[in-house]
């Protein structure tokens, strides 16, 4: 039976991720924001929540306002019910957004779900109509080293009490497009039940996402890399490089220059 992606998953979810220093990334985020602008978002949208781990962070570490929105119900349902919830809604990462932040995020490779370069300048679009005057845009992408080095033919099985869950992955370099085909035989009375779900995820070269941050509205204030928890800088000399040279790249953009 096939799954809308993220369904299923979500259940796994938090499993999956537990190997992800999300205090840290917290870290990185709210300190990106003070350095610019010497004082703390006063009001904070995360796109692509999940199940809330960043976003019930955040509400945990006194942000005053934390919206949160997700395309997955299953997500939705796990965020809500976890201490110190953020303001939950279900959305698309490119609907419309209808109020001002200081802080907009987009974490955890979920740009990689926009598989057009057509759907970035939208997105790019309704950040900057969106963001306060001192504002930032902080997303991250999964690279192609990511992909070839971790991803390129991976096969994972899980067998736990909930059922097996096989991820299998695969990266076409030709048209950087990774799928993650997710199955999951999950206990049904004496039986297993099959159910499978398929993500699709357009890997972007940074020097691409960079021209096209370029001609929108957005400023570009810093690509950076995390080694052990700690922000990197990435100067503008080796954005051609870092494709090859990171796993993960995080974007910095705001309104202005400063």
């Known amino acids: ?117 057509k759907d970035f300048s939208i997105l790019l679009k309704n950040i900057s109509e969106s963001l306060s005057s001192k504002g930032l845009f902080i997303f991250d992408i999964s690279t192609i080293r990511n992909c070839q080095e971790n991803f390129d033919g991976f096969i994972n099985i899980e067998d736990e009490e909930r059922g097996f869950v096989i991820h299998e992955s695969e990266f076409d370099h030709s048209k950087l497009m990774q799928t993650n085909n997710i199955t999951f035989f999950v206990p049904e009375g004496d039986l297993y039940k099959r159910y499978d779900e398929k993500h699709h995820q357009k890997i972007y070269r940074v020097t691409t996402l960079v021209e096209l941050i370029e001609v929108s509205a957005l400023k570009m204030k810093g690509i950076y890399y995390l080694t052990d928890g700690e922000p990197k800088f990435i100067p503008k000399t080796d954005y051609k490089y870092a494709d090859k040279l990171y796993n993960r790249v995080f974007f910095v953009l705001g309104l202005d220059n400063a």
């Open 1 to 117: 039976m096939q799954k809308q992606a993220y369904s299923l998953f979500a259940r796994y979810y938090d499993e999956y991720m537990a190997h992800v220093e999300y205090d840290k990334w917290v870290d990185f985020i709210l300190g990106s924001y003070t350095r610019s602008y010497k004082k703390s978002p006063d009001t904070i949208l995360e796109l692509a929540c999940g199940t809330g781990n960043i976003a019930s962070r955040l509400v945990r570490r006194g942000c005053k306002k934390v919206d949160a929105t997700d395309i997955s119900d299953a997500m939705i349902d796990i965020a809500k019910a976890k201490p110190f919830p953020a303001n939950y809604q279900k959305a698309d990462m490119l609907t419309p957004i209808n109020n001002n932040y200081d802080l907009i995020i987009l974490l955890f490779d979920s740009l990689n779900y926009l598989l057009s370069t």
